[in-house]
Structures are given as C-alpha cells and as structure tokens.
C-alpha cells in the first residue's frame, strides 16, 4: 500500500511521504539502521517466519550485519559466521551452542579474564562445570580431562599475558577424538596470522572490539563455524541439534546439516539472549576488516622492534612475545603463523608495583587503557585491573607479577614508542627501583 502524499495528513506525512528506497548498486557497505524490514506481500511474511527467508527483524537478521557475516567467515575459511554485540557475547553463544545443563567444558588457563569469569561465576550456576589445562601445549593433558559428558574444548591461538601460541591441530584432534569441537578465540591472533579452521578447529570465535575493529572505538564479537558437523558421527552427543524441534518440527541437523551448530546459534541462542549487534557497529567492523592485513603487519612489525628494544633494556626484568627467540613457543609461533607475532605482550620491570606504577604515570604516547588491538598504543597494569581478582599464586601462574605491563603495540612509528619508554623507564631507574 502507499499513502497519497497529498490526502494525508500531516503526521502521517511525516512517517509515510516519499518512503522508497531508490534502487542503486553502492559500494560500500550500506548501513541498515532499522528495527526491522517490511514485508511485500502475505505470503512473504509467512515464508519469512516458517523457513527463515529473507530479512524480518533486526535481532533475527540485518543485511549490514549479514555482509559483515560473509566476510569474517570467508577470512576464518568458515562455512557461516554470526556476528553479536561483544567478544563476550560470541564467547558464551558459541558455549551455550554446544552445552548445557549437566555437559562439561575443557577450557585453557590462559584466558581472557571475562572468559575465565564467564566459566566459573556464570556458566556453573547454569550446570555447566569446567575443568582447566595449564600446560595447553600437551594434548594428554587436555585428554586427561575429557569426560563423556564433555562438550567442547575452548582455548585462545595467542594467550594473554604469557603470549602462549596453541598447537590448533593437536588440540583439535583430541577434541575429534571424543566427536567434540575445539573452539579457539583468534582475538589476539586474527585471521591475518591464523585461520584455526584450516588447522582443524571447529568454531572460531572473536572479540571484534579489538583488531577487527580496530580503532577503539565499538564492541562487537563474532562466531566462526568449520561447517564440519558431523551429524551421523557426533549427532548423539547434541540432542538438541538432531531431534525434532518443538511440535514435532524438523530438527536442526535435518534442516542444516553439517552446519548445524552454526544455524542453531542463529536461530535458538543468539536472537533469544538478545545481543544483538547494532548495523552501525557491525558496519564499522567491516571497514576495519578492510585494513586488518595491514594493520596487523604493522602492528606486528612495531611490536618486535619495541620487545627487541625492552629485552635489552636494564630496568626490564623479562619480556613474554612469541615473536622473540627467547619465548618457548617461538618456534611454535613461527610454524603457525603467518609471518608476524601479533602485538599484544607483556614485559616486567624491576622493582615491582611501584615500578610499574611510575611507567603508567610517565608514558604519553601510551595510551593507559583496558582494551587491545588498537591501531594506538595501550598499556595497561594487568596485577591491580584486570587481574586484581585473582590471588598473587594465580596470578604468578598467568606470568602477571606486580611488575608486569601489558601493551597492545600501534601503528604509530616506532621511534616514537621507544622514545617514550626511554623516558619512561629512565624514572624506574632514576628513582631509585632497581633492585
Ligand atoms: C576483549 C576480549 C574478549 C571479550 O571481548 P569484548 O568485546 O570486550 O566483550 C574475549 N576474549 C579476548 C581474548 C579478549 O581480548
């Protein structure tokens, strides 16, 4: 129906004149900013809401948020990727997308602190117990802990602090073994330096407020899938991908196959719990995703030449980067990855918290704040912010001692970094902390 511009009063004017969208072929991405989309005819409404045709609501679907979809899956080398409003969001979907009540988790110890919290505040209460692997590079530890009712194995590529780099495909097969996904948060890494799937991972998941993005600026988190769920082999250990949905309807697996997990977040987890990505925050993710390669080469390339410079530095008591020899996962990061080492690490000062304290307070092209994967420098306290809830023991176990900061490295040129280290650090020194 179209209202008559000239029988119409004016406040139906206002909402009703001239709504047409001109046809055009735009070149970058447009952004869908609506609640939701008009339907054309009966029939298409009553397609939309039985096979999922088309575009309805926003929480259930968006063509920005689509486009970004594509593109991230096509970078993880997944089949189908859903994007939400935060890391944490795509942390707990892609978790409530395998487990539930009664299931297990296998999660690495060196993890985002949000995750660590999600698994024993959040996930506990829901019946769902976790157990943790320290040492991540030896797959009978992860074994070990596997049990019949284990759902899924979660781990990061690149960890923060200690910078650990995960064996993707020795992990992945452990999980194989028991018919249950690897699912592995790229954040640190990105798809520029690692594509898990490829290595056998079944579900990619990221917080892409960090180097997706980019530029600090929103929040959003997606989920990869491999699109290798193997119904026949593993169907039994998901009832709720492959028996029928309520009513007696088709069960997810009859309808999507060995893309289940992935249809299932979309349709039953993710439009339920409600985070729901905002079109403009998935359109600024897309762009970023457009400079990632070389972003993150740059980025890589700053954060060697500052570690290389901290390494050596007198007041600097160590330096934990996979990118320098002296890490005991070089040699893994360089197998791995594709080139580069990321730039997120942490490095020690001598003298400890106050150390530390008058570093933070000195910096001024550091930039002091929580967050990563910025194309600007950050630098953050790990022991007295994020890590302030953990005991000294648990934090000495996660390489984050008083003295410890923690960088995400810029674009910025780096003689301008290093400068401002120098000058920071001449205090640590000048003051007096060295031990
Ligand atoms: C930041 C982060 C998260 C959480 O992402 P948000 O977008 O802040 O919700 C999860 N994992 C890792 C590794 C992160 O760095």
Not at 298 to 315: D, F, G, I
């Amino acid at each position: 129906m179209t209202v008559p511009a000239d029988s119409a009063q004016f406040a139906t004017q206002a909402l009703h004149a001239t709504h047409a969208v001109e046809a055009a072929t735009p070149r970058a991405t447009p952004i869908y900013l609506t609640a939701g989309f008009t339907f054309d005819s009966f029939d298409e409404a009553a397609a939309h809401f039985d096979g999922g045709t088309g575009f309805g609501y926003t929480r259930t679907g968006n063509p920005t948020v689509r486009a970004v979809e594509n593109r991230l899956a096509a970078l993880e080398s997944g089949a189908d990727a859903l994007l939400v409003a935060s890391g944490q969001a795509a942390v707990v979907t892609a978790l409530l997308t395998v487990a539930g009540a009664g299931d297990h988790l296998v999660a690495s110890t060196h993890i985002y602190e949000g995750s660590r919290g999600l698994f024993l505040d959040n996930l506990s209460r829901l019946g769902i117990d976790t157990d943790f692997v320290d040492d991540i590079a030896d797959p009978d530890a992860w074994r070990a802990l596997v049990r019949p009712n284990t759902r899924a194995l979660f781990a990061e590529s690149i960890s923060n602090a200690r910078n650990h780099v995960l064996d993707v495909a020795s992990i992945a097969r452990v999980g194989d073994e028991s018919g249950i996904p690897l699912i592995v948060d790229n954040t640190l890494a990105t798809p520029a330096l690692i594509r898990p799937i490829e290595s056998g991972a079944a579900i990619v998941v990221h917080s892409a407020s960090k180097f997706l993005a980019g530029h600090g600026a929103v929040l959003g988190g997606v989920i990869v899938d491999s699109g290798r769920f193997d119904v026949s082999r593993n169907g039994h250990l998901f009832p709720h991908l492959v028996l029928p949905g309520r009513g007696g309807a088709a069960s997810v697996a009859e309808r999507h196959g060995s893309a289940s997990r992935i249809a299932y977040a979309r349709e039953v987890v993710a439009p339920r719990f409600g985070p729901t990505p905002s079109p403009l925050n998935a359109f600024l993710i897309g762009q970023g995703v457009e400079t990632l390669a070389l972003r993150v080469e740059r980025q890589s390339e700053n954060a060697l030449a500052v570690a290389r410079w901290l390494a050596s530095h007198e007041t600097v008591e160590s330096v934990d980067y996979a990118g320098l020899e002296s890490h005991p996962d070089h040699a893994r990061a360089i197998g791995q990855l594709t080139g580069s080492h990321g730039s997120v690490f942490t490095f020690t000062v001598r003298g400890g918290e106050q150390a530390a304290r008058r570093v933070i307070d000195a910096v001024g092209v550091f930039t002091h704040m929580t967050h990563i994967g910025d194309v600007r420098s950050l630098v953050l306290h790990p022991a007295t912010t994020s890590h302030t809830l953990l005991t000294p023991a648990q934090r000495a176990q996660l390489g984050v001692h008083p003295g410890t900061l923690r960088v995400s490295i810029g674009i910025e040129d780096p003689a301008d970094l290093i400068s401002d280290l120098t000058q920071a650090l001449s205090l640590v020194r000048t003051k007096g902390a060295v031990r």
